[in-house]
């Protein structure tokens, strides 16, 4: 039935979805239903939703909550959208039309979207900033599974990394390519991210993540020289910057990237920036 709608409407409106903008639309009801499901929604909940599309979502969640802020970047869209609301005679949606990554968020209990793949990351980090009970996101599989990937597995990451100490983020479900019109080659799965109150991460911890992975399968202490220009932009010679690795603690220098811990990762950058201000 839901794929049925969905075509209609794009058909009636003369919609050709581009995939390079991030338009899967959601057509399946089994995997709706168990999105809005994990969701726990109330009515005292102000529901986040970025990328609404033709409101497949917006439509049940604004059923269930006192708000919805549905963000949409398509201007082609957006007509479907208020007629769709219209039709179904709900008023507690306020569109927002532009791009989610440069928009403020206005305040939001919760987030409940199918994300436009393309702009994944920058919004996971972005709602990061913001102070929310949790949300309930489809993503790409392979970026889902980088985001709850564990040390010395594969898919372990930067990203999984900043997930662990910013979060607490779980693999709900799995969902196939042909829930989605069109229908992506690769398959999607629904994360629950509950954001931590107070992440112990600051800018010199996300620079010394990021010049450690440059190097995922070497030793730590060899990845800090080879990317210390992520750390510092200070001319510092070879000696240098190898005597201010010295300090970090010898067993976590002698372990391969990929194999260290968020907190150890933490651990090293709270020792070179030790180091570094007495410099
Ligand atoms: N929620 C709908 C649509 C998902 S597709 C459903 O489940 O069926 C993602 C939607 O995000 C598309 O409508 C696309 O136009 C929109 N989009 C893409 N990039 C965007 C951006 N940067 N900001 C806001 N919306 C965006």
Redesign the pocket.
């Given at each position: 039935m839901l794929a049925k709608e969905t075509f209609n409407l794009l058909k009636k409106y003369h919609i050709h979805l581009d995939r390079r903008?991030?338009?899967?639309?959601?057509i399946n009801n089994h995997f709706l239903s168990k999105i809005i499901e994990n969701a726990q929604l109330d009515d005292s909940d102000i529901v986040l939703?970025?990328?609404?599309?033709?409101g497949?979502?917006?439509v049940p969640l604004a059923s269930k909550v006192s708000k919805v802020i549905a963000?949409?970047?398509?201007k082609r869209?957006i007509p479907i959208l208020r007629e769709r609301l219209i039709e179904k005679d709900i008023s507690n949606v306020e569109i927002l039309i532009?791009?989610?990554?440069k928009l403020d968020f206005p305040y939001f209990s919760k987030v409940v979207?199918?994300?436009?793949y393309?702009?994944s990351s920058p919004i996971t980090f972005k709602l990061l900033h913001y102070d929310f009970d949790f949300a309930i996101l489809?993503y790409q599989l392979e970026f889902a599974q980088r985001m709850v990937a564990k040390p010395g597995e594969p898919d372990y990451s930067r990203l999984s990394v900043m997930m662990n100490l910013c979060s607490q983020t779980e693999l709900l479900f799995k969902v196939p390519g042909k829930a989605f019109l069109p229908q992506p080659k690769i398959s999607s799965a629904v994360i629950k991210l509950t954001p931590n109150k107070n992440p112990d991460v600051d800018k010199f911890f996300v620079k010394t993540c990021r010049a450690l992975f440059q190097h995922k399968k070497k030793k730590s202490g060899k990845a800090l020289l080879q990317s210390f220009h992520e750390i510092c932009d200070l001319d510092f010679d070879r000696n240098t910057i190898r005597n201010i690795i010295s300090h970090v603690d010898g067993r976590l220098i002698e372990e391969r990237v990929f194999k260290l811990t968020p907190k150890e990762i933490l651990m090293i950058s709270r020792e070179l920036e030790d180091v570094m201000e007495k410099i």
């Open positions: 903008k991030g338009q899967n639309y959601l939703e970025i990328g609404a599309g033709i497949t979502l917006t963000i949409e970047q398509d869209i532009g791009d989610a990554t979207s199918n994300l436009p393309q702009i489809m």
